[in-house]
Nanobody
C-alpha cells in the first residue's frame, strides 16, 4: 500500500491543522499511525488507530490531537488543536497490516510510510 500525507503548513501557536493520509488500497484491517520527527531528533509516536477503531495517543498530544479514519475512502486523519511550537516537525503517516488487540506504537513495527508533511508552529 502507498501512503500520501498532506495538510501541513505554518500556523501560530494555539492554532489548528488537519493532516490527511490517503492510502492506495484497503486499510480497514491495518494499524494506521502518525509519527513525527523534529530536526536532530528521532522519529516519535504521535498516535495510532487499529482495525476496530481503538486509538492510542502519545502523552504529549493527548487532549489536543484526534485521530480518525474513513475505511470507505481509505483515509486517516490527524486533527491537531492547540498547537505548540514544540509540535513543529515533519509528520508521517504509516500503516501495517494486521488485526490486533491494540495498534502498534513503535515506528519499527510499521512497514509502509508516507512521504511526510511539514508542520511548523510559530510562537
Amino acid at each position: 500500500v502507498q501512503l500520501q500525507a498532506s495538510g501541513g503548513g505554518l500556523v501560530q501557536a494555539g492554532g489548528s491543522l488537519r493532516l490527511s493520509c490517503a492510502a492506495s488500497g484497503r486499510t480497514s484491517s491495518y494499524d494506521l499511525g502518525w509519527f513525527r520527527q523534529a530536526p536532530g531528533k528521532e522519529r516519535e509516536f504521535v498516535g495510532a488507530i487499529n482495525w476496530s477503531g481503538l486509538i492510542y495517543y502519545a502523552d504529549s498530544v493527548k487532549g489536543r490531537f484526534t485521530i480518525s479514519k474513513n475505511n470507505v475512502k481509505n483515509m486517516v486523519y490527524l486533527q491537531m488543536n492547540s498547537l505548540k511550537p514544540e509540535d513543529t516537525a515533519v509528520y508521517y503517516c504509516a500503516a501495517d497490516p494486521g488485526v490486533r488487540a491494540r495498534p502498534h506504537t513503535s515506528p519499527d513495527e510499521y512497514g509502509y510510510w508516507g512521504q511526510g508533511t511539514q508542520v511548523t508552529v510559530s510562537s
